[in-house]
């Protein structure tokens, strides 16, 4: 058993070797420019680093005596580098949340609240007022359509909407009176029963 890993741990010595030679020979030139692409000498590091894992990965083509060891290794830097640009272009930028930039995409969190709220000041009304209510703002339909689904003439249906904002209104004031010193911020609830 240990015949045939011997060779395997020779070349891998063999490739180390390689590969700190090459970094003794190439390493600050390799740095050197690849800082100069990327304007950032940590980013510099890492692309050199990569360049290394390559050029030991494909050692063969360091040895093959076709071009430059040089010339490939800052190709292959550049091509890390622009593959770095590339991946970065393609994915939206990322801005840090401050109250200068405030979050492009509002927080659910708050219209679940409202939610709730509206649920549980539904279920206090009457249950003719609340199937009126659901017709007309949460099925979206017309006075003409929630008078045929529920059977009414088209008047009451508009005057149980009017006394059923109305006690919606009156039950989110008892509510902010409730709450007396804490802020209420539910600007899509005041849009409906407003």
Known sequence: MAGPLWPRSRRGSTDEALIRTVYE????????????????????????????????????????????VRGWLLTVARNIITDRYRAKAARPTEIAESPATPP?????????????????????????HRDVLTELYYRERSVAETADALGIPAGTVKSRSHYALKALRALFHEHETDQAGVPEHRSGLREVVA
């Not at 510099?44 to 050692?59: F, K, N, P, S």
């Open 25 to 68: 020979e190439h390493g600050n030139a390799l740095l050197a420019y690849a800082t100069r692409l990327t304007g950032d000498r940590a980013t510099a590091e890492d692309v050199v680093q990569e360049t290394l894992i390559r050029a030991w990965r494909h050692a063969d083509a360091l040895v093959n005596g076709k071009g430059s």
């Open 104 to 128: 492009l995409e509002d927080d659910h969190a708050e219209a679940v609240v409202d939610t709730m709220s509206m649920l549980g000041a539904l279920d206090r009304l009457t249950p003719e």
